[in-house]
């Protein structure tokens, strides 16, 4: 281990680049969707089947709200940082 070369804040902060999403934001979006559309035609059958997916997708989009949020505050403590916090 003598020959490691430690890097300063090396494995601190997430490695840039795209990260793991972690649910399928698109066909939640989707899903959505078709149960709005489902709705809004009277299709109620459809309807009451397409709500309970969506339900089941609730923990995912708040999870995805929650993930989005903490990079909104990395963003601005960053940009905080970078202007002296004017």
């Given at each position: ?75 601005a403590?960053?940009i ?7």
């Open positions: 281990m003598a020959d490691v070369i430690q890097f300063p804040g090396a494995g601190v902060v997430p490695a840039p680049g795209p990260r793991a999403v972690p649910a399928d934001l698109d066909a939640m979006g989707e899903r959505y969707i078709a149960y709005c559309e489902a709705r809004d035609s009277g299709r109620e059958q459809d309807a009451d089947k397409l709500a309970r997916a969506v339900a089941d997708d609730v923990p995912a989009w708040l999870g995805e709200v929650t993930r989005v949020e903490a990079l909104r505050q990395e963003l403590a960053e905080d940082r970078l202007t002296g916090g004017a």
